[in-house]
């Protein structure tokens, strides 16, 4: 069966020589037909009497599958595989970022401004008055964004080189949704004393650090230190933007089905980074009654006043040792079901376990934990972190503005506060009036998203007390 979707991530150009008679194409056509490739675009490349050169564009599964549909196109009659390039692979020759001067240096009098003589007035202006380094270099608008290659995407622990890729793509998301000039850090070192010391070293040229893709539990202890040693706002996007992003489509989600916070029964899977700063998040927004499971079964639990109060370390409050009961169990008229975990845990008839009503978060990636496609019919809203379903809850539409906020008023900190104005914000986005069982989230190339998430959060950094200046997101927002 063909499981190919319409944005696979497996997708070929194949330049091939094909004798210029009648039928070649369409034996290659029936080629990929036979395979399960999915046919795209066609394009000739050149012809003459004997030959003809076209590109052909087809979708795969995976990897070993465009192989083997190459060896099989390689072995027709009168066909010859010139090359075949992945379009993935071509995006990122080379990198997909780079630095960019903000004025052409092409006479001696620039040059002598920029750098010496000229820049050393303005470095001693700044040993006199550090602060005078938001105003006059590129720390007020830069993030660095680090991980150790610890937990890369849903992938492992593929180490500092691997990582750099996600890394990039990360700071091209701060830059083209936010403005936001972010660089990646790989860190070739995955000792927590270590990735402590060296964040603390280079946070000077930074505004803000976003630690990426490290493993828990040491995620958790190296934010904790960072945080409480550094004044520039720090945040691991993997707990709290998720937990931001979910927070906002829960809040639109109850709004849909007619549910309060307070009254729902939530169960979460998954009690990693980011599913620990769902329920933190979660208990910080007023529920009441929470369920936390991992592989052994339910090992949070308790009333919401208990939970609230130990939020801040959860962990004091996990018991593996001594599971209450399976997450079957725990689906038991819950009205919320958080999958942060791993795929096929569950079977869409297990979702009828659930109150009626119910509200389903999948987000384990690619396969949700319970098949989206048969998911649908068993609840009231479902969603997932994919791009191919409806309601995509995906970081990206929290941490720019997040930090977008954090950077334009200065602030020392991000906290719980402003993830909470985040959320709301965030919510806020779509209108009441136009809320849906497929529609609890915006698009993450909604423009609006942004501006208002960083207006959001800048108001609560000032109202908390963490801010350094006014919000000033009017006059310094200008996305790429």
């Known amino acids: 069966m063909n499981d190919i979707g319409p944005y696979s991530n497996y997708r070929l150009t194949v330049r091939l020589e094909l004798a210029n008679k009648p039928g070649m194409f369409a034996?290659?056509?029936a080629v990929l037909a036979m395979e399960g490739a999915n046919l795209g675009a066609v394009d000739i490349v050149s012809a003459t009497a004997g030959h003809m050169v076209r590109d052909v564009t087809f979708d795969v599964r995976d990897e070993a599958h465009g192989e083997h549909v190459l060896l099989r196109l390689g072995a027709l009659p009168d066909v010859k595989v010139l090359s075949a390039s992945d379009r993935i692979f071509l995006m990122h020759l080379g990198?997909?970022?780079?630095?960019q001067s903000k004025m052409p240096v092409n006479t001696r009098n620039v040059l002598s401004?920029?750098?010496?003589?000229?820049?050393?007035?303005?470095?001693?202006?700044?040993?006199k008055d550090k602060s005078k380094a938001y105003a006059f270099t590129t720390k007020s608008n830069s993030v660095a964004v680090v991980t150790d290659g610890s937990a890369v995407l849903g992938l492992g622990n593929l180490g500092p080189e691997a990582a750099l890729?996600?890394?990039?793509?990360?700071?091209?998301?701060?830059?083209e949704l936010a403005g936001i000039d972010a660089w990646p850090i790989c860190l070739n070192t995955q000792d927590t004393e270590e990735i402590?010391?060296?964040?603390?070293?280079i946070a000077p040229?930074?505004?803000?650090?976003?630690?990426?893709?490290?493993?828990?539990p040491r995620c958790f202890e190296i934010e904790r230190r960072l945080k409480a040693s550094l004044s520039i706002p720090l945040m691991h996007d993997d707990q709290h933007g998720t937990a931001v992003v979910i927070l906002a489509a829960l809040t639109n989600a109850l709004a849909v089905v007619g549910k309060q916070i307070a009254d729902v029964r939530v169960v979460v899977n998954g009690l990693g980074a980011a599913g620990t700063a769902c329920c933190r998040m979660?208990?910080?927004?007023?529920?009441?009654?929470?369920?936390?499971?991992?592989?052994a079964g339910i090992i949070l639990q308790g009333d919401g006043e208990t939970l609230r109060a130990c939020r801040a370390d959860l962990t004091s409050c996990l018991t593996p040792d001594r599971p209450a009961g399976s997450l079957r169990d725990a689906l038991k008229k819950a009205d919320v079901f958080i999958g942060l975990s791993v795929g096929h845990l569950l079977r869409a008839e297990d979702l009828d376990l659930m109150a009626p009503e119910r509200v389903v978060f999948a987000m384990a990636n690619p396969d949700p934990e319970v098949p989206p496609e048969l998911a649908a019919s068993h609840c009231r809203i479902f969603a997932t972190g994919r791009s191919d379903f409806p309601n995509q809850i995906n970081n990206a539409l929290a941490f720019p503005g997040i930090?977008?906020?954090a950077l334009d008023v200065q602030a020392v900190a991000i906290n719980e506060p402003m993830k909470l104005a985040a959320a709301k914000a965030l919510a806020e986005a779509i209108p009441r009036s136009t809320l849906s069982e497929d529609y609890i989230i915006p698009s993450v190339f909604d423009k609006e998203v942004v501006p208002r998430v960083a207006k959001a959060v800048g108001a609560a950094a000032h109202d908390s007390g963490v801010a350094r200046r006014r919000n000033r997101i009017g006059d310094q927002f200008s996305p790429a």
Not at 95 to 99: A, L, M, R, S
Not at 168 to 174: D, I, Q, R, S, T
Not at 282 to 295: I, P, Q, T
């Open 95 to 99: 990198g997909k970022i780079h630095v």
């Open 165 to 175: 890729p996600v890394m990039e793509g990360k700071a091209m998301l701060f830059r």
């Open 205 to 216: 040229g930074f505004g803000a650090i976003n630690l990426e893709d490290i493993s828990a």
């Open 282 to 295: 979660l208990l910080a927004a007023g529920v009441s009654h929470l369920l936390g499971c991992d592989r």
């Open 196 to 201: 402590v010391r060296a964040v603390q070293a």
């Open 403 to 405: 930090f977008r906020g």
């Open 27 to 29: 034996n290659v056509a």
């Open 113 to 127: 401004m920029v750098y010496t003589p000229g820049v050393g007035r303005v470095s001693q202006a700044i040993a």
